[in-house]
């Protein structure tokens, strides 16, 4: 059974920089088509954030994240990182970890996700 488990979220002030770990169990991360963050604001909708795409090598950022955050991964420990520098009050979500195993469109939809983690709040104050 596939398991996302993310940390590492928190509150930080504007500026400031958290890394959110995502960690997968039941299957190894080169198995999964795409794997990656999205983030929900109260109010919104949920929107892709970072996303690699194993088998393109393909790596999809939100323009609104475009040289703050930084996606990765460890392969050994099949965990996904997503480091997030300059924070904004924007910023402030909870943020998801997902994985789809087969396929997935770039712009990521959440439909083509069937892996889910529980969720890690990111709060960004001034």
């Known amino acids: 059974q596939v398991q996302l488990v993310e940390s590492g979220g928190g509150s930080v002030q504007t500026g400031g920089s958290l890394r959110l770990s995502c960690a997968t169990s039941g299957d190894t991360y080169s198995n999964f088509y795409s794997l990656g963050w999205f983030r929900q604001a109260p109010g919104k909708e949920r929107e892709g954030v970072a996303f690699?795409?194993?088998?393109?090598?393909?790596?999809y950022y939100h323009d609104s994240v475009k040289g703050r955050f930084t996606i990765s991964r460890d392969n050994a420990k099949n965990t996904v990182y997503l480091q997030m520098n300059s924070l904004k009050l924007e910023d402030t979500a909870m943020y998801y970890c997902?994985?789809?195993?087969?396929?997935?469109?770039?712009?990521?939809?959440?439909?083509?996700?069937?892996?889910w983690g529980q969720g890690t709040q990111v709060t960004v104050s001034a």
């Open positions: 997902a994985a789809a195993r087969f396929w997935a469109r770039s712009p990521p939809v959440t439909g083509d996700f069937g892996f």
């Open positions: 690699i795409y194993t088998r393109s090598r393909e790596i």
